[in-house]
């Protein structure tokens, strides 16, 4: 058996060899630091023998790939915890994945329900068992046997888990008292990594079907160092404060009704003035990109959705409604629409590409558990636009796209990563399609210099797709726009266009979305930027604010002129103090609040309180204005009058 090292050397052993073993040849220092292996591109338990031809890499704490083999192991000990503190008879475990940043694990606790109290408690018993310095011991067995161990063991979802393993053969891992079913790796013992803390108490369904009972799941992280650990638990805080859930209710841009209706939001005057500014931005630059904006009905007839494949391959998702014993559906998609207006009169080679764009409301059904704010919704905004074009205009069109959401992006200072999602197994079409858009969308990254990711098998069920996730200002991922390559829709709908020898062809459809959902978008930039918006998006852009009542008159004059300039601007003339008006408006964020008393009204001009705090003395209101103006018209997103 030959194994390549990680110094690029080749050594031949006689049999069987774990990494650990190979790793003490090296160094004793590396045997000490190491946490697993990678093998082959496969992680690898660190006592876990090799018996075939390899690439062998060592993985030490500090490694990325590390990340996953301790917050893995990290649920385990979170499991033998709560099972030592409510007892075996009691606990019946779920699934202990880890997730992005964490671990979670989810129980069903007899006669016992955890709450954020009891956290405390589960940690300090973690901590003992990662004093205790278990050793973690991988094994496996027959499927049969396994399925008769955890039966014994009162382990039901285990049971379940393991009867839908194809293999005949079950990995088990065992740390002390505790055993669990698992793929792996872990850690060679649960001494190796100390810096977790665990979040969260949520209710999660077995399998994620309401039909099934619901647990409890515990939410945690944990990271190779302190620090680590102290910077993630300082993001999450002021995520807290972020919460758009919490801002817009407060700052009056939207509510939530959930009981006549959950998952569908309400938007104030103010919340409707941010989506305004964003939707003629918007309009701004599909004009620029040569789209022409349409408008699709809501309700239609289930023939179309047949025909379009949602019915198959998306019912489950959609609100349906009857009338004279036929049945409507509410549009979960705007691409049937589009094509409808294509297919309203014949094409020409030379009209392609036909590039069609609509601020199109949705509704898509969620369940109760997963909507979350205005990122998790049941109705909402997009803006949705398709691409009709040649097969050799679809690398270029593409291409326009990734320009279009660079521009886009850039107005509100976001950068973003790509992924390439490729076909999955519920898919419609010949798999020589699906690798013709795949090839076409990957060129066009390429051709754009975007750097991406591959996502096996996360397509679109009608082409493969290229989602954008921008990164806000606490370094957060949130997937907004997608771009989907598809072949099967106008092969559907029999679209056509007759090409410059005579003959019909069918086009290639692109779907694309920016924002991807207007309303996910606005939820993202309220915790982005705090509330505080940029103010060529705030809702209320300038509040004058009177000294006292006898300057009343003169602060109206002050906020005429303003208005006059087509900016969103308030009198707040209430009989309060000023200070305490000030202290209002900074936490309403409105960005410049004018103030005037005696010594203004004398010298018309007025006085400036940022909402950050800065004091502008003496400035004539046409100085102040033409500053304003140009912060809004270019879309600034820091004040620029100083």
């Given at each position: 058996m030959k194994v390549k090292l990680p110094d690029g050397g080749i050594k031949e052993y006689s049999g069987a060899v774990t990494p650990g073993q190979i790793a003490k040849e090296i160094s004793e220092s590396l045997y000490r630091n190491a946490v697993g292996a990678v093998v082959n591109d496969q992680l690898w338990d660190f006592e876990r023998p090799?018996?075939?031809?390899c690439e062998l890499r060592i993985i030490k704490l500090s490694d990325p790939e590390a990340v996953e083999i301790y917050r893995h192991t990290m649920s385990h000990i979170m499991a033998q915890a709560v099972i030592r503190i409510y007892g075996t008879d009691k606990v019946k475990l779920g699934i202990g994945p880890t997730i992005e940043n964490g671990f979670y694990y989810d129980f069903d606790i007899e006669g016992a329900k955890i709450t954020e109290e009891d956290l405390p408690k589960i940690e300090e018993e973690m901590k003992n068992i990662i004093k205790e310095d278990l050793k973690i011991e991988r094994f496996e067995m027959g499927k049969d046997e396994a399925i008769e161990f955890m039966k014994n063991r009162g382990q039901n979802y285990k049971v379940e888990l393991?009867?839908?393993?194809?293999?005949?053969?079950?990995?088990?891992?065992?740390?002390?008292?505790?055993?669990?079913?698992?793929?792996?790796?872990?850690?060679?013992s649960t001494g190796k990594v100390k810096h977790f803390k665990l979040l969260s108490i949520s209710g999660a369904y077995w399998k994620g079907s309401e039909k099934n009972p619901m647990l409890q799941r515990i939410y945690g992280t944990a990271f190779a160092k302190k620090e680590e650990l102290d910077s993630y638990l300082k993001m999450l805080e002021e995520a807290k404060k972020r919460d758009h859930r919490k801002l817009g209710p407060q700052l009056d841009l939207f509510f939530i009704n959930t009981e006549v209706a959950a998952g569908m939001p309400i938007f104030l005057?103010?919340?409707?003035?941010?989506?305004?500014?964003?939707?003629?931005?918007?309009?701004?630059?599909?004009?620029?990109?040569?789209?022409?904006?349409?408008?699709?009905?809501?309700?239609?007839?289930?023939?179309?959705?047949?025909?379009?494949?949602?019915?198959?391959?998306?019912?489950?998702?959609?609100?349906?409604?009857?009338?004279?014993?036929?049945?409507?559906?509410?549009?979960?998609m705007n691409c049937p629409g589009h094509i409808l207006i294509y297919n309203n009169k014949p094409v020409s080679y030379r009209e392609l590409p036909i590039r069609l764009f609509e601020f199109g409301r949705v509704h898509r059904y969620e369940r109760g558990g997963v909507l979350h704010g205005l990122l998790r919704v049941r109705t909402f905004t997009?803006?949705?636009?398709?691409?009709?074009?040649?097969?050799?205009?679809?690398?270029?069109?593409?291409?326009?796209i990734v320009r279009f959401i660079n521009e886009l992006y850039g107005i509100f200072g976001f950068s973003y990563r790509a992924t390439l999602s490729t076909m999955p197994e519920d898919h419609m079409g010949e798999k020589a399609t699906w690798d013709k858009a795949t090839e076409a969308l990957r060129d066009a990254l390429e051709k754009m210099?975007?750097?991406?990711?591959?996502?096996?098998?996360?397509?679109?069920?009608?082409?493969?797709?290229?989602?954008?996730?921008?990164?806000?200002?606490?370094?957060r991922e949130w997937q907004c726009a997608t771009v989907q390559m598809d072949f099967q829709m106008p092969e559907r709908f029999e679209l056509v266009y007759k090409d410059s020898d005579g003959s019909e062809r069918r086009p290639v459809m692109i779907h694309r979305a920016l924002y991807g959902s207007i309303e996910r978008f606005f939820g993202i930039l309220i915790e982005h930027f705090a509330g505080a918006f940029p103010t060529w998006l705030a809702?209320?852009?300038?509040?004058?604010?009177?000294?006292?009542?006898?300057?009343?008159?003169?602060?109206?004059?002050?906020?005429?002129?303003?208005?006059?300039?087509?900016?969103?601007?308030?009198?707040?003339?209430?009989?309060?103090?000023?200070?305490?008006?000030?202290?209002?408006?900074?936490?309403?964020?409105?960005p410049y609040m004018i103030i005037v008393g005696e010594k203004e009204k004398g010298l018309s001009q007025i006085s400036i309180r940022t909402r950050e705090g800065k004091d502008i003395q003496g400035v004539r209101v046409e100085e102040f204005l033409s500053k304003l103006k140009e912060e809004i018209t270019t879309r600034s997103i820091k004040s620029t009058i100083e």
């Open positions: 090799i018996d075939f031809d393991i009867e839908g393993i194809p293999d005949e053969k079950v990995t088990f891992y065992r740390q002390g008292e505790f055993i669990d079913l698992c793929r792996g790796p872990h850690l060679p005057p103010y919340g409707m003035a941010v989506l305004g500014e964003l939707m003629t931005l918007s309009r701004e630059l599909h004009k620029k990109y040569g789209y022409k904006e349409v408008g699709t009905p809501l309700i239609m007839h289930e023939k179309l959705w047949r025909q379009s494949g949602h019915w198959e391959h998306y019912k489950d998702n959609m609100y349906f409604t009857e009338k004279e014993e036929i049945t409507y559906a509410v549009k979960p997009q803006d949705d636009a398709h691409v009709f074009c040649r097969e050799d205009q679809m690398v270029d069109e593409v291409s326009n210099g975007v750097p991406y990711e591959v996502a096996e098998g996360e397509g679109a069920f009608y082409g493969p797709k290229i989602d954008f996730h921008v990164r806000d200002i606490l370094g809702p209320v852009q300038a509040v004058v604010l009177p000294v006292s009542e006898k300057y009343v008159d003169y602060a109206r004059e002050v906020a005429v002129k303003i208005d006059e300039e087509k900016i969103r601007v308030e009198l707040d003339d209430r009989n309060e103090t000023l200070g305490y008006r000030i202290r209002e408006n900074q936490m309403k964020k409105v």
